[in-house]
């Protein structure tokens, strides 16, 4: 209550009161302030020129030769922790650009890659020829039938099979192991100048099979792990009674490579089963297993980068074709006694011909020379006489028939005829000769419903008069009497051709 | 000359410092991550002796009963080396356990005993005695260690060596 009436008391001057206040008020801000506004300005004007600099274009080119430097200087120093700090922003940096641009990365990289794989291919190409041509320049085995016969029995080609058994093969390590400790009892390494640890990796080796049949096996015993495969390399594991082989290997295993294997590892338990058994730890008390090991190595399965293995039982040359297996040692073996046993055969068979050939040709040649010496008699034979005389053939209508006329006669003819011969066999007997090459009957006409007159016995010589169709016109020396009569020609083998003359053709059949 | 091998487990408690042990005294090739995978890391402690070189093939197998309980880890050990924690009071009664299980699978199996940790002298929860009483009465040596400062270590594998007849 007080102030206003102070100012009550004040109301003649209060405008100039307050303007001089007011001017001393702005006087006095100018002096206080005054530097702070000036230092404001200033921070101002910089902050203007620092946000000039800012810009990303300018900042950017300011940075990039000091960042250039940094990072040179960083690589330089420490090439490690440069590589461990950028790799992973490397790694998905290229995963995102291999997403956001596949064929970009693709057109990038397909160089590297095409030469790579290129390389990759060509070398493969030539190991692969390389080896087929070893096994082109091997001479001819036993062994090589056999494998037709298996490729064939496979459904293959030889060639294929043959393609298949070119692919490289190699053994690169092979491991003796204690199968219940686990430590290493042999260790060869044909594919490798230095090897390291082997008996640390036998051991985990150990574990992992372990673990393996403890987690999969359910404890069943005849359960184990045979095979652990890592890109072009396997480990083929063949387990025994106390110790396990591991062999680590490249390419297509060969046929019975397994099996070879098991044997070896049979073989070692037969031999040192209760040593194995036995064995804790002191070397002392194993044999040489390590010669034993190389046995299983054999030049063709060595490494191709591989020096020879200090073994005295690889003699051969790489690229020779392997020793064959028990099986095929077999095969052989029958094979070639089936085929001895066949040549026997054959040996018999060609001396018993020959044994009865002549006893066969001694007949026949007895009759022949009897038929030469017998033609002058012959010719007055009364039936071939009969035949030239027309008077003793009673049919009129095969009277006018020349003796050589081709004309067929119906079967009718001979039925109707008294005499046992056509009309057109009138030929003279003839020197044609014949035999007999199976038992055959002779009858009284060219007919099967004709007449039986005799059996001419397999390898009988016959005097061939002609031929009529499928018949023919013979003479047989029956024990020194002549029948004469017709016989199926499918039955004798013509010694001589018969003379186009004394063939009748025939119209029917 | 040919060079002795003896297969050895290492065994214990989840924590109570198995591979640290080792870590500094064997060679080896593969990597600890191989305890986690399969549950056994396998490496090597050579020795030279006159007598001829010794190697320890040391397989260190995990410490949880997923793993180390498989009985196919132990066999054809020649002995052990049990280690417990001498800050964590439970794992020396685990080295009963594992005793017996060493022994059930391998009864001939040498044994030995490593209290670890003892470094942490204030931290420490298992007394000399309770060790000593512990390890007697499973028939075995004892030896206190610090895989961290690396005290007594080596001298656990060699008591180890001598447990199993082999002059160091």
Same mark, same amino acid.
């Given at each position: 209550?007080?102030? $206003? ?12 009161? =307050? ?107 030539? %190991? ?13 085995q036993p062994s090589?039938v056999l494998r037709?016969?298996q ?8 060639? %294929? ?70 890109? %072009? ?22 046929p019975g ?65 392997r020793p064959l297996t028990r099986n095929q040692r077999l095969a052989i073996v *029958?094979g ?86 056509? $009309? ?56 020194? =009497? ?28 | ?33 191989? *305890? ?17 070189? *010794? ?10 009963? %997923?793993?180390?309980?498989?009985? =196919? ?64 009465? *499973? ?30």
């Open positions: 209550m007080t102030e $206003p009436e102070s100012t009550s008391q004040l109301p003649a001057e209060p405008g100039a009161e =307050s303007q001089d206040v007011q001017a001393l008020v702005d006087a006095l801000r100018d002096i206080v302030v005054r530097q702070e506004r000036q230092r404001i300005d200033a921070l101002e004007a910089s902050l203007q020129e620092l946000n000039a600099e800012i810009e990303p274009d300018s900042l950017a080119e300011k940075l990039n030769p000091v960042m250039s430097g940094l990072v040179r200087q960083t690589i330089h120093d420490s090439p490690d922790e440069m590589a461990e700090a950028i790799g992973p922003v490397m790694g998905e940096a290229i995963r995102v650009q291999i997403r956001d641009s596949r064929q970009g990365m693709v057109d990038a990289i397909a160089p590297i890659i095409g030469a790579t794989v290129q390389k990759a291919l060509s070398d493969f190409a030539h %190991e692969l020829q390389r080896n087929i041509d070893a096994r082109l320049r091997t001479s001819f090589d037709n016969i490729a064939r029995l496979r459904g293959i080609s030889p060639a %294929e099979l043959a393609m298949r058994d070119a692919l490289p093969f190699a053994i690169q390590e092979l491991f003796l192991i204690h199968r219940e400790s686990g430590l290493l009892l042999a260790h060869l390494h044909p594919g490798k100048a230095q090897v390291s640890d082997s008996d640390l990796i036998g051991g985990m080796l150990t574990a992992i099979r372990d673990f393996v049949q403890d987690s999969f096996g359910q404890g069943q015993a005849d359960k184990e792990l045979d095979e652990i495969q890592y890109g %072009e390399q396997r480990i083929i594991i063949q387990g025994g009674r106390y110790v396990y082989l591991a062999a680590v290997i490249e390419g297509v295993e060969t490579f397994r099996a070879r294997l098991r044997d070896w590892v049979n073989d070692l338990y037969v031999q040192y089963g209760s040593v194995l058994r036995d064995y804790t730890g002191d070397p002392a008390s194993l044999p040489d297993l390590e010669t034993r090991l190389a046995e299983l190595i054999r030049p063709a399965e060595l490494p191709h980068t591989a020096e020879s293995p200090s073994t005295a039982s690889d003699q051969r040359s790489p690229g020779s074709p *029958l070639s006694l089936g085929g001895l046993l066949g040549l026997l055969l054959c040996c018999f068979y060609i001396w018993f011909t020959i044994t009865l050939l002549p006893m066969a040709w001694s007949q026949g040649r007895a009759t022949l020379t009897q038929t030469f010496t017998q033609v002058p008699s012959v010719t007055p034979l009364p039936t071939a006489t009969q035949t030239h005389t027309p008077t003793l053939i009673p049919s009129p209508s095969l009277t006018p028939l020349p003796s050589a006329t081709p004309t067929p006669l119906p079967s009718a003819t001979f039925t109707s005829s008294p005499s046992p011969l056509p $009309p057109s066999a009138t030929p003279a007997p003839v020197t044609v000769s014949a035999i007999a090459f199976g038992n055959v009957w002779l009858r009284a006409a060219p007919d099967e419903m004709a007449q039986t007159l005799a059996t001419i016995p397999q390898g009988s010589p016959v005097y061939v008069r002609s031929a009529y169709g499928n018949w023919l016109e013979v003479d047989w020396n029956n024990d020194g =009497s002549y029948l004469h009569g017709w016989a199926a020609a499918e039955w004798f083998f013509m010694l001589v051709p018969l003379p186009s003359e004394y063939i009748t053709p025939t119209a029917v059949p | 000359m040919p060079v002795m091998q003896k297969k050895i487990c290492l065994l214990g408690d989840f924590a109570v410092g198995k591979t640290s042990l080792v870590r500094r005294f064997v060679e080896g090739r593969f990597d600890d991550r191989y *305890l986690s995978t399969i549950g056994v890391k396998v490496s090597r402690f050579s020795l030279e002796r006159p007598a001829g070189d *010794l190697n320890l093939i040391v397989w260190d197998l995990a410490g949880s009963d %997923e793993y180390g309980a498989q009985a =196919s880890y132990l066999r054809g050990a020649a002995g052990a080396l049990i280690v417990c924690d001498l800050i964590r009071r439970e794992t020396l009664a685990s080295m009963q356990e594992y005793a017996a299980r060493m022994r059930q699978v391998n009864p001939d199996a040498a044994l030995v005993f490593l209290g670890n940790k003892v470094d942490l002298v204030l931290d420490r929860a298992v007394e000399d005695a309770e060790m000593q009483s512990v390890c007697s009465a *499973l028939n075995g040596p004892y030896l206190l260690c610090s895989a961290k400062t690396g005290e007594r270590v080596s001298d656990g594998f060699l008591m180890l060596v001598e447990a199993l007849g082999l002059v160091p």
